[in-house]
């Protein structure tokens, strides 16, 4: 079964600073991977998502990498803004043709000081 | 519309009672999902449907837990004689046949007194 975990829980940084936020999974056998912003009371927006084949996408100030081997994707926040402050889950596709449903990690809340 | 909407945005019921999700998916997308989060969790997977069939129904807890898209479109998700522990976010999410993202409502939260 497929177990996704994000690291850490919870971060606060100041204004400005670069960070870098920590998913893993269990089983390498994967359509591709996917990162969320959920602001409180509200749904997932979608981030980014990178293909199994692919190392890295981008978007903005937005980096994401996978490392599908090692099981590991990072996204990547430059110049952090107070409203960057929000929970970030990653959530991976299984490679199964017939399954779609994505596991989620249980997120990383980030909080952006000003 | 232009996005995945659901209804009611809140729904408080007393335990025992019947509940009724709505989702709408964005137009055109023939893959709706469930998925249900617990307060501080990620979502979790219940089920899903290609146009009107329902390809995977794994993740749904129990028998009490029953979804329907009778026409391929509107999906409802019902959950009969609640007890506390249904107390969650319901969300729903939509897609495009293949693999792109899938694109996720606002939710229902769902509180059993």
């Known amino acids: 079964k497929q177990e996704v975990t994000q690291i850490p829980a919870a971060l606060s940084v100041p204004e400005g600073e670069n960070l870098v936020l920590n998913c893993s999974f269990t089983?390498?056998?994967?359509?591709?991977l996917q990162w969320f912003r959920q602001d409180p009371g509200k749904g997932l927006t979608s981030l980014l998502l990178i293909q199994s084949s692919q190392r890295e996408q981008t978007s903005g100030r937005l980096n994401a990498s996978l490392d599908k081997s090692s099981g590991r994707s990072t996204l990547y926040i430059a110049a952090s803004q107070p409203g960057d402050s929000a929970t970030y889950l990653c959530a991976v596709r299984p490679w199964e043709t017939s399954g779609s449903r994505l596991t989620f990690g249980e997120g990383t809340q980030l909080t952006v000081n000003p | 519309g232009a996005g995945v909407s659901q209804s009611p945005r809140y729904k408080v019921a007393k335990r025992g009672q019947d509940v009724a999700l709505r989702c709408d998916p964005i137009s055109g997308h023939v893959s709706l999902f469930w998925y249900q989060q617990a307060l501080g969790q990620g979502p979790e997977f219940l089920t899903y449907f290609q146009n009107e069939a329902q390809l995977d129904k794994s993740g749904l807890p129990s028998d009490r837990f029953f979804a329907e898209r009778p026409e391929g479109s509107v999906s409802t998700l019902k959950i009969q004689r609640t007890q506390q522990e249904d107390s969650a976010v319901y969300l729903c999410?939509?897609?495009?046949?293949?693999?792109?993202?899938?694109?996720f409502g606002d939710g229902t939260r769902l509180s059993i007194l």
């Open positions: 999410a939509s897609s495009l046949p293949g693999v792109g993202p899938q694109h």
């Open positions: 089983d390498s056998a994967i359509y591709n």
